[in-house]
Every structure is written in C-alpha cells, then in structure tokens.
T-cell receptor, first 109, second 112 residues
Framework: LAKTTQPISMDSYEGQEVNITCSHN???????ITWYQQFPSQGPRFIIQ???TKVTNEVASLFIPADRKSSTLSLPRVSLSDTAVYYC??????????FGTGTRLQVFP | EAQVTQNPRYLITVTGKKLTVTCSQN?????MSWYRQDPGLGLRQIYY???????DKGDVPEGYKVSRKEKRNFPLILESPSPNQTSLYFC???????????FGSGTQLSVL
C-alpha cells in the first residue's frame, strides 16, 4: 500500500524559498504526484502535478528524482498568504488516492 | 461556475440516526470521492467512484455507504452514525483518477 511521509511543520519568512519534501516509496509506476494547498475551513486546492523530472507553473515547481520515491514542492519567495497546510497525493496502483498527513507551513513577516 | 457542492456545511446529530451528506459536481467529471479529515491524520479516502454505478472502498470505508446513480451526484450515507465518525468531510471530483481534484467546501459533522 502506498504511503506518503511529509514533515509535520515548517517555518519560513516572507521572500524566502520554501522546499517541502514528500516521501512515497511505493508509488505505482503509472501514477502521478500531485500537491495541494489547504487553508483553514476550506477544501484543498490544486497546486501542481508531475510524473518525473521537473514541472513548473506560475506558483510553484515540482522536482521528482528518477526513482520517483520522493518529490519536492518548491515555493519561490513565499508571502504571508502562503501560510497553509500542503499535501502531497499519490495513487497506489489501483484507483485509490493516498494523501500525506500534510505539512503546516507558517510564514512570518 | 465549475464547482463541487456539498450540503450541509454543518451537521449535528445523535448516535444511530441515519444521515446523508450530498455532493454534486457540474463539470461532467468521471471520478468522485469522499474524504474525512481528522487532526494529525490528514485526509483519508472513504470511498471513490470511477463512473456511474461503479464505486469502491478507500482506506476507511467502515460505517459508510455511497451510491452513484447519476454522474453528477455522489452522496455519502451514514446508516448508523457513531461518535468516532465526528469529523470534517470533503467530497472531490476530477475528470479521471489522476487528474486535478476539485474539492467541495466541506461538511463538519458532530455525532453526539
């Protein structure tokens, strides 16, 4: 069964780059890695998705090594509004989806 | 507007009283799923559905039922709720299983 592991929390300051790593040793061959952001009392919101190597969009980058056993979400120049919980999501080879326990990012002024 | 709509937003009930949480999406998505969120445990999948009349268990299906009679609706049913089902519930949908998930606003359920 696929399982993901993330740091419980991270602190940063405005303007810094933040990297959050997720470990997913048993990711299925054909499954993608997706990251979501969640604010209190709201549903998670899609940030970025990738299969391998590097993916970049207007808000983040996702780095996936060749063995795909981990992934790193990179948030450039964070602001106070990036304070949230970040989840990585992988499949387990069936059609189930496995969320990590989330990383609580606190951004300070 | 493309969205996933869950109702109710808040629900307080008593042990054993059957309840249904509704979920509807207007994006013609094939994949729909339910999650519960508890402190320190993140999001755990309860049930999912690949298409109409196709449903399957997620990680924590005990005590829950679902149905998918129409593509847009995926209600979550608690036949006999218990206090350990007190949680925050989210419905989500996507075009296919590996695509971007759209989440509803959540249902905070308290079972007394």
């Amino acid at each position: 069964l696929a399982k993901t592991t993330q740091p419980i929390s991270m602190d940063s300051y405005e303007g810094q780059e933040v990297n959050i790593t997720c470990s997913h040793n048993n990711i299925a061959t054909n499954d993608y890695i997706t990251w979501y952001q969640q604010f209190p009392s709201q549903g998670p919101r899609f940030i970025i998705q990738g299969y391998k190597t590097k993916v970049t969009n207007e808000v983040a980058s996702l780095f996936i090594p060749a063995d795909r056993k981990s992934s790193t979400l990179s948030l450039p120049r964070v602001s106070l509004s990036d304070t949230a919980v970040y989840y990585c999501l992988v499949g387990d080879g069936t059609d189930k989806l496995i969320f990590g326990t989330g990383t609580r990012l606190q951004v300070f002024p | 507007e493309a969205q996933v709509t869950q109702n109710p937003r808040y629900l307080i009930t008593v042990t054993g009283k059957k309840l249904t949480v509704t979920c509807s999406q207007n994006m013609n998505h094939e994949y729909m799923s339910w999650y519960r969120q508890d402190p320190g445990l993140g999001l755990r999948q309860i049930y999912y559905s690949m298409n109409v009349e196709v449903t399957d268990k997620g990680d924590v299906p005990e005590g829950y039922k679902v149905s998918r009679k129409e593509k847009r609706n995926f209600p979550l049913i608690l036949e006999s709720p218990s206090p350990n089902q007190t949680s925050l519930y989210f419905c989500a949908s996507s075009l296919q299983v590996n695509e971007k998930l759209f989440f509803g606003s959540g249902t905070q359920l308290s079972v007394l």
